[in-house]
């Protein structure tokens, strides 16, 4: 398995969460302010970079209908920002319900809850992956 990076987009701030090495277990990593989709893109990559993740995955808000609504092409120009600027793969997943599933884990929310719900879709992501 690879270690990925899962990245929350929000029209304020971005949660970012990240896979151990083996792709057992995601842990919440950070919440970065959101400034313009291709500075987004250059942050989330530097992160991607730092953890020496080998792809990136994104989450998508899909709508009441499971369809791609406003936030999930949101979601999806910035997966085009992302392979614009990195040779890495970027992939994206169905993050439907990942923020009120972080704020049962955590309680309240707080400033890491946009990376606690990164890390809710990444774990999902990693079951789904595992035979």
């Known amino acids: 398995m ?28 950070t919440v970065v302010k959101h400034v313009s989709r291709n500075a ?11 953890y020496e ?9 899909l709508d009441a209908a499971g369809q791609i609504g406003h ?12 392979r614009a600027v990195t040779e890495l793969q970027v992939d994206t ?3 439907t319900d990942s923020t009120s599933t972080a704020l049962l884990l955590g309680g309240k929310k707080d400033d890491m809850t946009d990376a606690r719900a990164a890390a809710v879709f990444l774990q999902e992501y990693l079951h789904a992956e595992k035979p």
């Open 2 to 29: 690879t270690r990925i990076l899962a990245v929350d987009p929000g029209d304020k701030r971005i949660g970012l969460a990240v896979s151990d090495s083996s792709g057992t277990i995601a842990r919440p990593l």
């Open 40 to 50: 987004d893109a250059r942050t989330i990559t530097q992160w991607a970079e730092d």
């Open 53 to 61: 993740v080998d792809r990136i995955l994104v989450g998508l808000a």
């Open 71 to 82: 936030q999930a092409r949101k979601a999806l120009r910035l997966v085009e920002a992302l």
């Open 93 to 95: 997943w169905d993050e």
